[in-house]
């Protein structure tokens, strides 16, 4: 028994040991966590970056839990910081909000005044998106006074915009026009180019709003002007649209026209509901002021329907608002329990602390014979975690490593593919809709002009992803050699020894016989003899001519191995016409599930949709199709890569 006693304190001892060494080498610890605190947070801004919130959010949450373990106040605030910029991202309002007030309660205890003013720009916005505008302006505000006493000028511009477009929101136009010009002073002077062309944009509006149209025309031309050197973005949607606005209601038809087409054309789908809806409404109002009633009932039925989707946005806020309320009334009640719980505790403490001191010298002996056994415990569960915590990052690491090897081969994937100004050269009109499934596609459009002969392909090969992605560089490479080293020029004869390529590629010593290879549609377009030659493989395309749809002939048998793969391709001629519309296209558009009964989309409706946008301008046949599509599929995953090339002749 003595000798048991004596090796539980022997071993007590030498754990204290091991304690008090834990203790003296925590700095270093410390600075370790710090520093891969830091690693993550770098991570996770790249991940939010390229979108992949998913990983982000999981990299966020070890920033939390290794800054909430070291007591590293910055890592918790950026980490917090980060989760709202994740669930801003996905328009996830009220947890964002949450996440900002956050990481902004901690930057105040800090008082990092840098990264709350910033905070407050952010918190400000969510609240002007909820039309909470007085909230809005408060935080705006605080925002200002921190960038004038710590002299950041710069940002000084930012915060007065967003003032002023509130201001302009609560139809103050006096005061939104000061603080917009006040924003536009700062901008000049820093020589902010992105700033000038925002707030003229905004000051623009808010002469539209209080009914002085010549003049908003001049501020949105001057936006433009300032965004010349730059891009296409959303800048330029936005001018082009008030643009044609304050041209409609000037009743200059033909301008406002202009505008709104323009806008149209380039808007994305990434672009709010809110600026495509009153696109729509302004052009049907236009149309139907000339008498056109059929263009005017179409952007009327586009209006509504997206007229629903702002909708279910705005109540979608208005829901997150109500929680935001009921949220701050049931914190403000906790934190008056909590501050009488504090009083009440304290008083219980000058009670009882003669207690606790008696109390703990009867404790202190069995504790020290407990110690042991906790310690080992909490040694054997830390060893554990650490090992479920390497098995994580490793997974994680993994991931990121797998997603970064993908996306690197999506780059390769596009420098194979030809390129648009490539193609621009040799045809002057056309439009191309590439959609992948994944991230790289099976489905490949490829072009080259060999001998006075442009020689266009648009292929499906099997699979999709990863797989496919092999088999449309194979099939590239093949096309490559054939045409240019082997001298082929006939579009059969192209595919017939592209077939036979592809099945010595994939059986080198004849064993196990694989079906994989492509679908394709070969065109070589002589443009000077207007001819179009061309060899299919299992696709057809389609020819408009005259308001009616001409179906290519067909081979029905793949560019691979086959029952079939001794029978050669077929070669067809076709005579083009000035004005003729030419669709060469996969089967990923017509295979796609949706609608209201889950079903496919089908060639028979993909051929009226042809036929109907087949004379309008090109960029917005394709911003149909895209919407078309994305209308259809609405929730459910997209089933297959779609590819759809569109020419005039």
Same mark, same amino acid.
């Given at each position: ?129 909820? /039309? ?187 829901? #997150? ?105 040799? &045809? ?77 590629? &994939? ?36 020819? #408009? ?9 067909? /081979? ?34 017509? /295979? ?46 997209? #089933?297959? /890569? ?8």
């Amino acid at each position: 028994m003595q000798k048991n006693i004596s090796n539980i304190f022997e071993n007590y001892f030498l754990k204290s040991v091991l304690i008090l060494a834990i203790v003296f080498s925590s700095a270093k610890l410390f600075s370790q966590d710090t520093t891969r605190i830091h690693h993550l947070i770098a991570q996770v801004s790249d991940l939010i970056d390229n979108a992949s919130y998913v990983l982000a959010e999981n990299k966020t949450d070890s920033v939390l839990l290794i800054s909430n373990l070291s007591n590293y106040k910055y890592g918790v605030a950026q980490g917090y910081n980060l989760k709202g910029v994740i669930y801003r991202d996905q328009s996830r309002t009220k947890e964002a909000l949450e996440n900002f007030l956050q990481s902004i309660s901690i930057y105040e205890s800090m008082g990092v005044k840098n990264k709350m003013a910033a905070l407050y720009i952010n918190i400000g916005s969510i609240y002007g998106g909820l /039309d909470e505008n007085k909230m809005a302006l408060n935080y705006y505000f605080k925002a200002v006074t921190i960038f004038k006493d710590q002299k950041l000028t710069r940002h000084l511009g930012t915060a007065f915009n967003n003032i002023g477009t509130t201001y302009e929101r609560m139809g103050q136009f006096n005061s939104s026009n000061h603080y917009l010009n006040e924003g536009l002073r700062i901008n000049q002077k820093e020589k902010d180019t992105i700033g000038i062309a925002m707030t003229l944009h905004n000051i623009g509006v808010n002469f539209s709003s209080n009914g002085n149209y010549d003049t908003s025309i001049v501020y949105f031309n001057r936006s433009l002007s300032f965004l010349k050197n730059l891009g296409v973005g959303p800048g330029h949607i936005y001018n082009y649209s008030q643009l044609g606005s304050s041209y409609l209601r000037k009743k200059n038809f033909n301008e406002a026209e202009k505008y709104l087409l323009k806008a149209l054309v380039i808007i994305s789908a990434n672009s709010p509901n809110t600026e495509r809806g009153d696109i729509y409404q302004n052009l049907s109002d236009l149309y139907e002021q000339r008498g056109d009633y059929k263009k005017a009932l179409l952007y009327h039925k586009r209006f509504l329907k997206n007229t629903d989707s702002v909708s279910n946005e705005s109540l979608r806020n208005e829901i #997150v608002k109500r929680d935001l309320e009921h949220e701050y009334d049931r914190k403000q009640e906790l934190q008056k329990q909590k501050e009488h719980n504090k009083e009440m505790i304290t008083q219980t403490k000058i009670d009882n602390q003669k207690k606790i001191i008696i109390g703990a010298v009867i404790a202190l002996g069995i504790v020290s014979l407990l110690v042991v056994l906790v310690f080992r415990g909490y040694n054997q569960k830390r060893k554990a975690n650490n090992i479920i915590s390497k098995q994580k990052e490793l997974v994680e690491e993994k991931n990121s490593e797998i997603l970064s090897s993908i996306y690197y081969a999506k780059r390769i994937q596009n420098a194979l593919l030809t390129s648009e100004n490539y193609i621009k050269k040799r &045809l002057e009109n056309f439009f191309i809709l590439y959609k992948p499934k994944d991230i790289v596609s099976g489905d490949f459009y490829w072009g080259l002009e060999h001998k006075n002969i442009f020689y266009l392909v648009v292929a499906d090969c099997t699979g999709h992803g990863v797989p496919g992605a092999f088999m449309s560089l194979l099939n590239i490479s093949i096309l490559n050699e054939l045409i240019i080293e082997k001298e082929f020029h006939s579009p059969e004869l192209i595919l017939n020894e592209a077939r036979k390529e592809i099945i010595r590629s &994939l059986n080198p010593e004849g064993g196990d016989e694989s079906k994989d290879g492509m679908d394709c549609i070969l065109c070589a377009f002589d443009l000077k003899k207007q001819t179009l030659k061309y060899a299919c493989a299992n696709n057809a395309f389609y020819i #408009v001519r005259n308001k009616e749809l001409i179906h290519s002939e067909l /081979d029905k048998m793949p560019v691979g191995k086959s029952h079939d793969d001794s029978v050669s391709f077929t070669l067809h001629e076709f005579k083009l016409q000035k004005e003729d519309m030419i669709y060469l296209i996969t089967d990923g558009y017509a /295979d796609q599930f949706g609608g209201p009964k889950g079903k496919k989309y089908k060639y028979l409706k993909l051929q009226q949709q042809l036929l109907e946008y087949s004379a309008l301008e090109l960029q917005v046949q394709k911003n149909n199709l895209l919407e078309s599509f994305d209308d259809w599929k609405g929730k459910l995953e997209q #089933v297959d /890569d779609v590819c759809i090339v569109g020419i005039k002749i």
